[in-house]
T-cell receptor
């Protein structure tokens, strides 16, 4: 089984809808991250969490919120989706040193 | 100016040749530097990391770091078609709490 899983893998939704993307990990890592990827822009950090009680904004947090339900679970929500949030979203985890991040398979989100 | 910059490519190299990728960064306090490989439609995977000035070799890959000039490079020797991918440079800032990624360089290795 994959160490970092994301659900759903693909989602098409309409403008104004609330969307939740979920991430689970079995690596036992404390640190978890949400990124979005647009063509040619690499990975942009949305939010990150170092433990259940710790949530931090990344570079592009506007329009997004997160919830760290447990050490193994980190969810990303779009309260009111808009078309420019169409992107590929990745969840990642790392140990306390943060030297290597392990990525989930990604969720392709399309907002119409 | 972006914090981490890479040439988007594509960098086209013949099979068996050396592919040379460059990355510059703006935060002089950056501590650690990483190269991730991402195949089309897949998630990034770590291939190299380097912390100290100089070269670090791992198989066909060599990472080079020059903190004074604020650049890090990746050499791929004996390039293979399976090396065709996008290579992402990532930098750990002085606070040591998150990575900043460059836009990636697309590499095409032609048989």
């Amino acid at each position: 089984d994959a160490d970092v899983t994301q659900t759903p893998r693909n989602r098409i939704t309409k403008t104004g809808k609330r969307i939740m993307l979920e991430c689970s990990q079995t690596k036992g890592h404390d640190r978890m991250y949400w990124y979005r990827q647009d063509p040619g822009l690499g990975l942009q950090l949305i939010y990150y969490s170092f433990d259940v009680k710790d949530i931090n904004k990344g570079e592009i947090s506007d329009g997004y919120s997160v919830s760290r339900q447990a050490q193994a679970k980190f969810s990303l929500s779009l309260e009111s989706a808009i078309p420019n949030q169409t992107a590929l979203y990745f969840c990642a985890t790392s140990d306390l040193q943060g030297r290597e991040q392990f990525f989930g398979p990604g969720t392709r989100l399309t907002v119409l | 100016q972006k914090e981490v910059e890479q040439n988007s490519g594509p960098l086209s190299v013949p099979e068996g040749a050396i592919a040379s990728l460059n990355c510059t960064y703006s935060d002089r306090g950056s501590q650690s530097f990483f190269w991730y490989r991402q195949y089309s439609g897949k998630s990034p995977e770590l291939i190299m990391f380097i912390y100290s000035n100089g070269d670090k070799e791992d198989g066909r890959f060599t990472a080079q770091l020059n903190k004074a000039s604020q650049y890090v490079s990746l050499l791929i020797r004996d390039s293979q078609p399976s090396d065709s991918a996008t290579y992402l440079c990532a930098v750990m800032g002085a606070a040591g709490n998150k990575l900043t990624f460059g836009g990636g360089t697309r590499v095409l290795v032609k048989p």
